[in-house]
């Protein structure tokens, strides 16, 4: 039987989930630090300050602290996405540019993602995640088009929809762990790649 990957006891109280929230924080700088291999639960209990048996009392495992952080991952997504619905760009080299400047800051916002990226292809219990992140971003920017008056069905907006996300997500998870300057430089080598890509739209 598989462990358990969601938290035993979702926490009620501000205390309770201020600590979860910690607890999450420290496994990201863990992670970025060490990587999933030396991640354990007794380092994270120890950089939190709490002893092994209340970090169990919010989650079970490593696996399932993974799984929250994806879960956080995924949700911060989704409140990118919905902030990025509030701008009306008039062109598709304005709706690039907007794309891509507020997926880069979630994607310097969260510590460890290209650790946690990589779990979600390696932990099966993880690939979920990953699929509906795909979905998520893919669904957003064929939307996108058609507001833009691009005049094309569905499948194709959602084939160029994963073109935009592949590409973004693959240099992103680039820029945020290169130095300012390579990154600044790589940054705006995504966007032109995409105003190129979104030039050749009908």
């Known amino acids: 039987m598989s462990k358990p990957l969601q938290p035993r006891n979702l926490p009620s109280q501000k205390r309770s989930i201020a600590r979860q929230e910690q607890i999450l924080e420290v496994a990201g700088e863990l992670l970025e ?30 696996e399932a602290i993974l799984h929250a952080m994806g879960q956080r991952w995924l949700q911060q997504m989704a409140n990118t996405l919905t902030q990025d619905e509030h701008y009306s760009p008039a062109t598709l080299q304005e709706f690039v540019e907007l794309f891509v400047n507020h997926m880069h800051q979630l994607y310097r916002k969260q510590r460890g993602l290209l650790h946690l990226v990589q779990g979600m292809f390696a932990i099966p219990q993880l690939m979920t995640l ?29 084939r160029i929809g994963r073109t935009f996300h592949e590409t973004s997500h693959a240099l992103l ?24 890509l979104a030039q050749s739209l009908p």
């Open 130 to 158: 990953d699929e509906q992140h795909d979905e998520l971003v893919i669904n957003h920017v064929a939307s996108r088009l058609e507001k833009l008056g691009v005049p094309l069905p569905l499948s194709e907006r959602q």
């Open 173 to 196: 998870l680039v820029v945020v762990n290169q130095s300012k300057p390579r990154g600044s430089k790589t940054l705006e080598e995504l966007k032109r790649m995409l105003h190129t």
């Open 33 to 62: 630090k060490l990587g999933p291999a030396a991640l354990t639960t007794i380092r994270i209990a120890e950089e939190v300050g709490i002893s092994v048996g209340t970090l169990y009392h919010y989650f079970p495992n490593k």
